[in-house]
């Protein structure tokens, strides 16, 4: 990572650990689909994570853009299908944008829907 790239992470880190929520980013590993039962198993993974959670905005109720630091989730990139639980409730991932010094993300920002 560049020095700039580095310094920047850092602020937003520590901007998001002052000012951010605590929340946890599930997904499930190894997803398989069984046709004889139509579900889909595998094993969920957990990661504890802070976030900041903004509104959208009236027009969308229920949807919330959560902006976390990349180096909070140690090698682990948001996807959408992921789940976000904020307060013991549960939203789905639906959208995902990086933002990047190179190829290291500095933050994510996440689109999530109730």
Do not use: C, K, Q, W
Request: net charge negative; hydrophobic share 40%.
């Amino acid at each position: 990572m560049t020095p700039l790239g580095s310094s920047l992470s850092g602020v937003a880190a520590r901007l998001i650990t002052r000012y951010g929520a605590p929340m946890v980013l599930s997904r499930t590993e190894a997803a398989s689909y069984d046709p004889a039962t139509g579900s889909v198993t595998g094993t969920p993974s957990d990661h504890p994570l802070l976030g900041i959670v903004e509104s959208v905005s009236a027009a969308f109720v229920g949807d919330l853009l959560v902006t976390v630091a990349g180096e909070d989730l140690s090698g682990i990139r948001p996807a959408p299908g992921d789940l976000l639980r904020i307060d013991g409730t549960a939203h789905d991932v639906v959208n995902v944008t990086t933002i990047a010094t190179g190829t290291e993300p500095l933050l994510f920002r996440l689109l999530v829907r109730r």
